[in-house]
């Protein structure tokens, strides 16, 4: 008997087009037109977050200066051994480029660059280029040692060295408090030039007080707008948003006005008694104006959040505990907390890496005793134009910021967590 074989027929849309064709075509135009949609949104993503990051993770690598700028010194320097000083023909290099260097008017950003590693180094360079442009001939080991001591010396080479690379680290050990010792190993900064590390902890410390004192202060206002008559909790709305329709500036410096000294807590004190005229007390310029500004800047980024998932939470919960012969405290702690954990896991997230990052109210009202890292980011960035070591400084801020989010995940995990 012959086979027979059965073909499906292809099932066609009205102008002839198979269908599993037609489906392909349109799914394919729809992710087209969606992708379409969202570019504006990466486009977004791309310049105000990945390329900044990108570059700032770039600058607290790069060393690319001074192999640019002296690329022969720079090549002797990465066959040197590190032990002792260079030869003669590394000097005759070195005075060779020097003398370039400023005739093209480059030595001073070379000179800034190695004063970054090792104090005292721009004068030396900008010296001895002017003195070597005077020297006709070597031995040049001997002419540079005799402008300045410092040549004779094993460390000011090995610093030279490590700046020779195209890539470094020296700018995330100066973050963590460490150097290049003069023989390449990694030692520690002197205890009384350690300066990074504690304001990394102190800012930690401090945002994490922060936080707690906004869930503190945060969690009854929030309780109150979410079982009080709407009239009420609408009033309380208002006065929780308020601060967001008035200037950061115009509440930090409104703080400055509260705590300064002669301020208004400091007279009210006085008038009732609390505290003699001659003992008033320093709120302003130190950590405990930093505290409590930035606790009142970011309340509302912890009200919010808890509001929006207390009003999710049925008033028959309680009632139901109640019945059943709790009291109010074991309703409140048994039933009715453990459903806001969500609310207190977003707003202390919230409120927490936002604390980590600020920098206009420590500036304003922090003093010397209350900034934190970003202060003295902004500084590298403005002041002392050390941009590589700002650039470690807020990697490192930034890598620290994603290791506490992941620990949080692992602790709490970010399903739990919710804005409503």
Known sequence: MADVTMERPVIQTADGVPLKTKLRVTTRNNRLKAFGLVIPLLAFVLIAFIFPIGSMLLRSVDNSLLPSLLPRTAAALQEWDGQGIPDEATFAIFAEEMVAARKARTIGRVATRVNFERSGMRSTFTKSARRL???????????????DKKWGEQGTWTTLKVLSEPLTLTHYLAALDLKYDDDLSIVSEAEDRQIYVPLFLRTLWVSLGITVLCLLLGYPIAFLMATLPVRISNLLMILVLLPFWTSLLVRTTSWIVMLQTEGVLNDIMVALGLISDESRVQ???????TVVAMTHILLPFMVLPLYSVMKTISPSYVRAARSLGATPATAFFRVYFPNTIP???????????????????????????????SNLIAFHMQKSLNWGLAGALGALLLGGVLALYILYNRIVGVDNMKLG
């Open 133 to 147: 442009a005077k020297v006709e001939a070597g031995p040049w080991k001997e002419a540079l040692i005799k402008i």
């Open 343 to 373: 609310g207190i896991g977003a707003g202390s997230l919230l409120v927490f890496i936002l604390s980590i990052g600020y920098y206009i109210t420590p500036a304003l009202v922090g003093g010397r005793t209350g900034q934190l890292i």
């Open 283 to 289: 709120m302003i310029y130190n950590m405990t104006g």
